[in-house]
């Protein structure tokens, strides 16, 4: 069962922005793998796949329900890499929030346009497969 | 470094992150309510107070991130009693004795987070450093 939804949208040039002004801190938002995939693209694609990654994590947090200023951190959610049940990988506060809702698994799909990215998260209730 | 120089350079930082005017800050001037800051704004500004006052802004020290999910503190979308004493002790910098039990969270970041508010913690965090002040 669906427990929760969210998308978002992040305009490529203000992600482009926070990203080349403030490279020392991306720790604290992007994890190692989702830098070395957002790096990995051309110049003219990089602020993308950084922004499609920004939108993916705000839209876990929406179909999670706690928003930015909850006890979430960014990094916390790596959109490059999957958990074993195949939903995107999550960890600290993100993984004990979604414990505590029983949600066994988070999907996210994600699109580039030329000026924003789009994302969109799907976290799924524990005990589906058996339903 | 006196409060004057503290609030201009706060202002700076805003204008930069927010894309904003220097005329639409005042002390008063709430991020969100008045300057339609989002997440990512708030990730700019806090980088930026790091960097430009070269101080750490740790988890929950700006934004009561954690506080606002206990329930004792606060209920049905609304604070408690118990939770307008544990935003006054965590914000012991500045003055929020406007803060009320039975206030909407949401209403309360809108009006707490103000430029002001920004100041005031920035100035007790240079304060805590030795020949920083």
Redesign the interface.
């Known amino acids: 069962m669906i427990a929760g939804a969210g998308v978002d949208v992040?305009p490529i040039g203000?992600?482009a922005?926070?990203v080349e002004?403030?490279r020392p801190?991306l720790d604290?938002?992007f994890t190692d793998a989702e830098q070395r995939h957002c790096e990995a693209a051309r110049p003219s694609r990089r602020a993308g796949r950084y922004a499609a990654a920004?939108a993916a994590k705000?839209a876990v947090f929406k179909a999670l329900g706690t928003g930015?200023?909850?006890?979430?951190?960014?990094a916390e959610v790596d959109t490059v890499r999957t958990d074993p049940d195949g939903g995107v990988a999550i960890s600290g506060g993100v993984r004990r929030e979604a414990d505590r809702q029983g949600i066994a698994r988070i999907f996210v799909s994600a699109a580039i346009t030329s000026d924003n990215a789009v994302a969109t998260a799907i976290a799924e209730r524990q005990g589906d497969d058996a339903a | 470094m006196t409060r004057d120089e503290i609030g201009e350079r706060v202002a700076q930082a805003l204008v930069q992150a927010l894309g904003v005017s220097r005329g639409d800050i005042t002390p008063e001037t709430s991020l969100s309510r008045d300057l339609e800051a989002e997440s990512i704004d708030f990730l700019d500004v806090v980088f930026r107070l790091e960097k430009d006052f070269g101080i750490e802004v740790a988890r929950g020290e700006l934004f009561p991130q954690e506080l606002l999910r206990d329930p004792a503190l606060v209920a049905n979308g609304v604070l408690t009693a118990e939770g307008v004493k544990a935003l006054r002790e965590r914000f012991s910098f500045t003055d929020l004795s406007h803060l009320q039990p039975g206030l909407k969270v949401d209403e309360m970041m809108n009006n707490m987070l103000t430029v002001k508010l920004i100041v005031d913690y920035v100035e007790h965090k240079l304060a805590a450093v030795p020949n920083r002040s």
Do not use: P, Q
């Open positions: 992040a203000r992600v922005r926070l002004g403030h801190s604290r938002i920004f705000e930015w200023r909850s006890d979430v951190e960014w």
